[in-house]
């Protein structure tokens, strides 16, 4: 494991990466939200979803610097007595898991689609590119909606996991088309190249010559997507939460957070409100930074 | 050389070989904008025989379908007309069969370019046991590692390389990796599509040495494609000439240098810059390979031939036996 | 005097590994209407010294020290507003690609025209004959109707012609041509290079011909050097280098190429590969891959100096072996 990130800090890539501090300083902090995600347990100090540990007298708490704060809720607290900085925690986590798991399942259809529809050509390739100028045409937002408000309409009573489900095919419906454009244009080129003809002469399946041969030739670009594709995610969860169709009250992301402390913007506790959406930029803009880095490193090396 | 073996039947025999590809636009825009169908002829009755053991060499220059008569050969391409017969056997039927394996076991391809013919992202070692794993010829995994390796020392290179990836390796010595993988499966025949157009001259020397030798040692027949014409007469027993999708001259090698009958074929010659014979003067031959999609009517050389007569240009010319060759023209014939 | 003098030029391509030397102490000649051809396998600087002559060396690569000078003016070190005046005027320049060569959106005729505008102080119709007539010279037929043609509608040997009228457009000194024929067919080629001997000699322009192909430069230039790894070989008159080399990798090239008068059993091979630009040995960049290597060849680096017909970087003909 060392070894190998060894290896990978020496190429480079990796010398890229320690020239430029702004790749180092996302990472860093994109490394510090996940980790205080996964670890949210631990490292938060309270739980603001185990409703016996709230007491309602220490509701909405301006944060600790300013008068009448306390040091048990560093950055205040909610309408019902939720220490916020426990709710960024927990909240992120749930951004983060539908961000990362909606851009996965995007990347995975996305690739296959765009892999098909190169290898095969034809009129598989022309049905697919079509049904993604389709999918285009339809703004992102509104297909979430549509598909997260017919989610919640056909099960109302729906176990949460239920909602989480649709809110993640929601979103990554809405990805997938671009990786599959970009997996279709590497797999046009590299299908022509001479390792699949030596594949093809050695008799090799073109299920197998697909995946093994071409597949791991057309990801490097899909990397890059990906990883600013986690951000976008993210946001439009956050835009569906706010809106009301996204994570369900009990487990509130990010955007459920900052759309109930917008009620509460306008008498003065702003900071229901602005610490969620300020944890939001925070995780967006480190993810995209890195995502640009990626770019920029990988690109030379794109001969 | 080699000398040829007198078998009852040649390894390979192609008869009246052609391929066409449609390159139309696409349908919507045929319709819109009234635009008829584009076929492309790149190989337009092609025949000739390799005995077994033996090089025939394909020379042309660029249009001329010779790429395409590489991948007819392998089963890369289906043919529009005509048949292939490897070992007795119909070999396009043979592709097409649940038994293609067993075909594909016995013809292999070597390619031109050496960057684009070794996946990137595959080790050495993966790359050259593929047709061993793929036709099931070795399963247990230390006997595999030990046939790669002598794989590998029998092009010259060493063990030591099979966990390296292609990029560690110069265009050389990636060529060998392919002339390797090519021959993992101990095939009889194999297509090599300009091997070496792609190297500098010291390392072709290297790449061409190795094939000869292999050649020689496993008794293997060569289908060699190639534009160079001074390679050709290094490694083939016999050439054939194509221009514009057609066999225009094909005779024993010796017999083609020193005397070439076929108007192009000796513009051709006439045409390389000769090393040793410096200063020399020259008159080239004018005018340029005309566009395949358009071929000229009768002789495809007519336009181009300083011996085209009206009959050149009415009626092409079938490849008819001559004096021990095969030649295409009215003027010879 | 001579038209072109390279001196002890050496190009450094900084990277984060250290710096490269790309070419390392290079210095020739160039005569006035002379065509020396420059050859060598790839990687050995051929194209680096064409594209640092014409002062087209793409960054981080420099040139480190050393200099180039044409008709007596030092060219190597002057800024891009200056090196543009150069360009063209007095050196002409043919690439390897005739299809990027010549810019698709507008007609050949603009192009010629623009370039004897830019160079020569004649009149716009004045520059249209001139360039009607370089057509014509080029071996273009119908050269009046074809001036306003686009690129795209020539064939590759017509546009290298194009190319070649291109580069004597504003009647430079020098051309540099960097493989002018290798991305044409054979046929093709035996036209331009015998199109490029005349044009060049008729308008007394030195050329400086660089590619790996032994035959063209038998049959093009008067004099040829061999580069390998950075550094010149061997340099003379091109019948001297080519029938009786002095250096032992010159030797070793001709005979390991296949040529049409002989007929051998085996090429002979020169074992091993160029070495890489970070990996260069110490002495003479040749001596491991050397047939005829001894003690000195390891320790120090010969200089270019006279041996038999050509002028050679060998030990083997240069002083005792100390």
Redesign the interface.
């Known amino acids: 494991m060392i070894s190998v990130l060894k290896r990978w800090l020496d190429s480079d890539v990796g010398?890229s990466f320690r020239q430029s501090p702004t790749a180092m300083v996302a990472a860093a902090i994109a490394f510090v939200c996940l980790f205080c995600s996964v670890f949210a347990g631990w490292v938060s100090p309270t739980n603001p979803f185990d409703l016996a540990t709230l007491e309602l007298g220490d509701a909405r708490l301006p944060p600790v610097w300013l008068e009448g704060g306390s040091s048990k809720y560093l950055l205040g607290t909610d309408d019902q007595g939720r220490d916020i900085l426990s709710a960024l925690i927990y909240g992120s986590r749930i951004s983060l898991i539908v961000g990362l798991a909606s851009v996965l399942l995007s990347v995975a259809f996305g690739v296959a689609m765009g892999l098909l529809a190169g290898f095969r050509g034809g009129w598989v390739d022309a049905l697919l590119m079509r049904l993604c100028d389709v999918m285009l045409s339809f703004p992102a937002i509104l297909v979430a909606l549509l598909i997260a408000g017919v989610g919640r309409a056909m099960f109302p009573d729906a176990h949460e996991s239920l909602a989480f489900g649709v809110l993640i095919i929601s979103i990554s419906l809405t990805g997938w088309v671009q990786y599959a454009r970009t997996v279709r244009g590497s797999t046009l080129v590299e299908r022509n190249k001479e390792y699949v003809q030596a594949a093809r002469v050695t008799g090799v399946a073109p299920l197998r010559i697909m995946v093994r041969h071409v597949l791991p030739n057309v990801l490097g670009p899909v990397m890059v997507l990906a990883t600013i594709q986690v951000a976008t995610a993210i946001i439009t969860e956050a835009t569906l939460s706010f809106l009301g169709v996204g994570a369900p009250p009990t487990s509130p992301s990010l955007g459920t957070l900052i759309r109930v402390g917008n009620d509460y913007l306008f008498s003065g506790e702003w900071w229901i409100t602005i610490f969620p959406g300020l944890m939001l930029v925070l995780i967006a803009l480190s993810v995209n930074l890195l995502g640009d880095w990626l770019r920029d490193a990988l690109n030379p090396r794109l001969r | 050389?080699s000398a040829p073996d007198f078998q009852a039947k040649p390894l390979v025999v192609a008869h009246d070989l052609a391929k066409t590809f449609d390159v139309s636009a696409p349908w919507l825009n045929r319709v819109l904008e009234r635009k008829p169908r584009q076929l492309l002829h790149a190989v337009d009755g092609v025949s000739f025989e390799i005995p077994k053991g033996q090089t025939l060499a394909l020379v042309g220059?660029?249009g001329c379908g010779k790429s395409t008569v590489a991948r007819l050969l392998v089963g890369l391409y289906e043919p529009t007309r005509g048949g292939l017969t490897f070992d007795g056997q119909d070999a396009h039927s043979a592709f097409k069969s649940p038994d293609a394996k067993a075909m594909r076991q016995r013809i292999q391809m070597i390619f031109q370019d050496p960057y684009a013919s070794l996946n990137p992202r595959w080790t050495v070692e993966a790359i050259i046991a593929e047709p061993l794993t793929e036709h099931g010829l070795i399963s247990d995994a230390a006997e595999l590692k030990t046939r790669v390796a002598s794989l590998l020392q029998s092009v010259g290179l060493s063990a030591l390389d099979m966990p390296k990836y292609p990029h560690q390796f110069?265009?050389?010595?990636r060529q060998r990796i392919s002339i390797a993988r090519a021959l993992a499966t101990a095939p009889e025949f194999l297509v090599c599509d300009e091997p070496t157009s792609a190297l500098?001259?010291?390392?072709?020397?290297?790449v061409?040495?190795i094939m000869?030798d292999l050649q020689r040692e496993r008794g293997l027949t060569y289908l060699f494609i190639s534009?160079n014409?001074?390679?050709v007469?290094?490694v083939s027993d016999r050439v054939g000439v194509m221009y514009l999708g057609r066999l225009v001259e094909l005779a024993d090698k010796h017999t083609l240098?020193a005397n070439p009958r076929h108007p192009y074929t000796r513009?051709?010659?006439?045409?390389?810059?000769?090393?040793?014979?410096?200063?020399?003067a020259?008159t080239?031959?004018?005018g340029?390979?005309p566009n395949p999609l358009n071929p000229p009517s009768g002789c495809s050389f007519h336009p181009r031939c300083p011996q085209a007569t009206d009959l050149c240009k009415s009626e092409r010319p079938p490849l008819r036996h001559f004096k021990g060759i095969q030649i295409a023209c009215h003027g010879v014939v | 005097m001579s038209l072109l003098q390279v001196k002890n030029l050496v190009v450094e391509f900084p990277n984060?590994h250290g710096t490269l030397r790309a070419l390392d102490d290079i210095s020739f000649d160039i005569a006035p209407g002379e065509i020396l051809g420059v050859v060598g396998?790839?990687g050995a600087g051929k194209s680096l010294t064409g594209a640092s002559i014409i002062g087209l060396l793409e960054p981080p690569g420099r040139v480190a020290s050393g200099q180039i000078v044409l008709e007596g003016q030092r060219i190597d070190q002057l800024n891009a507003d200056q090196m543009r005046h150069i360009r063209g005027r007095k050196i002409g320049a043919i690439f390897q690609d005739p299809l990027t060569s010549l810019n698709p959106l507008y007609t050949i005729g603009r192009q010629l025209t623009e370039t004897i505008l830019a160079h020569l102080p004649v009149t716009p119709q004045e520059a249209r004959r001139r360039a009607i007539d370089l057509l014509k010279d080029t071996g273009i037929s119908a050269a009046e109707e074809r001036i306003d043609h686009y690129p795209h509608q020539f064939?590759?040997?017509?546009r290298q012609r194009v190319v070649i009228a291109l580069a004597l457009a504003a009647e430079p000194r020098l051309i540099v041509a960097d493989e002018p024929t290798t991305a044409l067919?054979?046929?093709?080629?035996?036209?331009i290079?015998?199109l490029l001997k005349k044009v060049c000699k008729d308008r007394g322009a030195a050329v400086m011909l660089i590619t790996?192909?032994?035959?063209?430069i038998?049959?093009t230039c008067d004099r040829v050097a061999v580069m390998y790894a950075g550094r010149i070989a061997e340099i003379g008159p091109?019948?001297q280098v080519?029938?009786h080399p002095s250096h032992p990798y010159t030797a070793?090239?001709?005979a390991?190429?296949?040529?049409?008068?002989s007929d051998?059993?085996?090429?002979?091979?020169?074992?091993g590969?160029?070495p890489r630009l970070n990996a260069i040995p110490s002495g003479c960049a040749f001596n491991p891959r050397c047939p005829q290597v001894f003690e000195r060849c390891r320790q120090e680096r010969p200089e270019l100096g006279s041996a038999g017909g050509t002028r050679a970087a060998c030990w083997l003909h240069q002083g005792v072996a100390s």
Do not use: C, W
Not at chain 3, 155 to 158: I, Q, W, Y
């Open positions: 010398y | 050389m220059e660029s110069s265009g050389g010595q500098d001259v010291s390392v072709q020397a290297q061409l040495n000869k534009h014409l001074a390679v007469r290094h240098f513009m051709l010659l006439d045409a390389i810059p000769k090393m040793h014979d410096t200063g020399r020259r080239p031959v004018q340029e390979v | 984060r396998e790839s064939s590759g040997g017509m067919d054979v046929s093709i080629q035996a036209q290079i015998s790996h192909d032994m035959g063209v038998a049959e091109v019948h080519i029938n070793g090239l001709m390991s190429i296949p040529d049409m008068d051998r059993e085996r090429l002979n091979q020169i074992d590969a160029m």
